[in-house]
């Protein structure tokens, strides 16, 4: 592959408690584990946070495009990307997996259409091809 772009961010600290940085200083996070998972939470975000926003970002690009060859206007469209984690069934020593829900809320279509759009996102973008086959990804429409 020959990037159009590459981000590039580096992780300091005590990883899920420590910090975020992009090579750029847009992003200047500190993070803490969730309360959820016997952190302190609280004012920081988390990586799932952070890749619940990037999925999202990129989900919602892919729609609109997908929208645009279909000549589909998508007007006020949202998408939310609910990441979760938690034990993948291994017990203790199992580790931990990642579980995606995708929601594309599109008003003004009607749900089968709806429901192809967001299928048709979910095959070109980079996000869902990147995790096919490595983690549980939900995809549903609203109208």
């Known amino acids: 592959m020959d990037p159009l772009y590459t981000a590039v961010a580096t992780a300091r600290g005590d990883g899920r408690n420590g910090e975020v940085t992009s090579s750029d200083g847009v992003i200047d996070e500190r993070l803490a584990v969730p309360e959820e998972m016997g952190g302190p939470g609280g004012e920081m975000s988390n990586p799932e946070q952070l890749f619940a926003a990037g999925y999202a970002a990129c989900f919602h690009s892919a729609l609109q495009v997908v929208a645009r060859k279909a000549d589909v206007a998508l007007g006020s469209s949202t998408v ?3 990441v979760g984690i938690g034990r993948n069934g291994g017990g203790e020593s199992g580790g931990l997996d ?3 829900k995708l929601i594309a809320h599109l008003p003004g279509l009607d749900q089968d259409r709806a429901g192809e759009l967001a299928a048709q996102a ?4 980079p996000y869902s091809r990147a995790t096919r086959g490595n983690i ?3 995809v549903t429409a609203t109208t």
């Open 122 to 125: 979910h095959q070109v973008c």
């Open 98 to 100: 990642l579980a995606v």
């Open 80 to 82: 939310t990307a609910e």
């Open 136 to 138: 549980q990804v939900e």
